[in-house]
């Protein structure tokens, strides 16, 4: 019985095939594609992280065997929910917002020192830092009513002194949300409701108060006006009006006599139907 023997392959084949590989490997390992809104920071196996150049969004060549750590750099949001103390030592829950990103120019550094878990590490904390510090100066009524925009200032300055040696820049920090007891609740909102009321008392107070002066200046303009016009009327001045009106209702086809020389001087109409 015969057997067909398959056709070897020849020897020259697999050291192309091995080399091929490892080209694509090699290439595999040089290419680097930084997407959109990230940016990378390249390690050098000789000498570390190279903190004097940041990797752009697009397509990059770099050694095989170097690497590149890649960053988000576009705006980024951290929402905390805390357990603070205020002035008084009551208990408050807040929710807050912070806008941050690592700043760009200053990638290597933060990858040296602080490392890609910097959220952690670093936001965090701070925000959480200054929180604390801020409402310890404030009572529950000025948190949970007047000084919301000026706490969340205050907290957003504090936290960003800290992040800006920690190549992080803070955008904005925004005050969600305040939770305070429900006894301390009710309690300050029966204060504002009380407060809103003696105030709308007072202008209403006010306001009479300007009508009353309102009516006094005008009776006092009336009467310095009947002072004005009786200091003007003399008797020939009386008479001459008296006359003109005389004759008006003389003109009358009801006035039957007119008598000229009253008692006063003035004429007198008679015998009206």
Known sequence: MEYQTQPRMPK????????????????????????????????????????TQVLDEGFHLIAPWNNAI?????????????SVLSLNGLEIK?????????????????????????????VKPAIRSATRSVLGRYTPEQIYSSK????????YVETKKILDFQFIELKDVLVRDVTLPNSIKAAIERKLGQEQESLEYEFRLQKASKEAERQRIEAEGKADAN?????????????EKG??????????????????????GLPLILGNN
């Open 70 to 82: 890649v960053y988000e750099v576009r705006q980024q949001d951290l929402f905390e929910k805390m």
């Open 243 to 264: 006359i003109e009106a005389t004759l008006k209702l003389a003109e009358s086809p009801n006035t039957k006599v007119v008598v000229v020389g009253g008692s006063d």
């Open 148 to 155: 919301r925009d000026a706490i969340e200032n205050e907290i």
């Open 12 to 51: 020259l084949f697999m050291p192309i095939i091995i080399i091929l590989g490892l080209a694509i490997m090699i290439i595999a390992r040089s290419t680097v594609i930084i997407r959109s809104g990230k940016a990378g920071v390249l390690y050098k196996m000789t000498t570390g992280v190279d903190t």
């Open 94 to 122: 807040i929710e807050a917002t912070a806008w941050y990103h690592p700043i760009k120019r200053k990638l290597g550094s933060l990858h040296k020192e602080k490392g890609q878990n910097y959220l952690e590490t670093i």
């Open 227 to 239: 002072k004005i016009l009786n200091a003007s009327l003399t008797e020939n001045i009386l008479k």
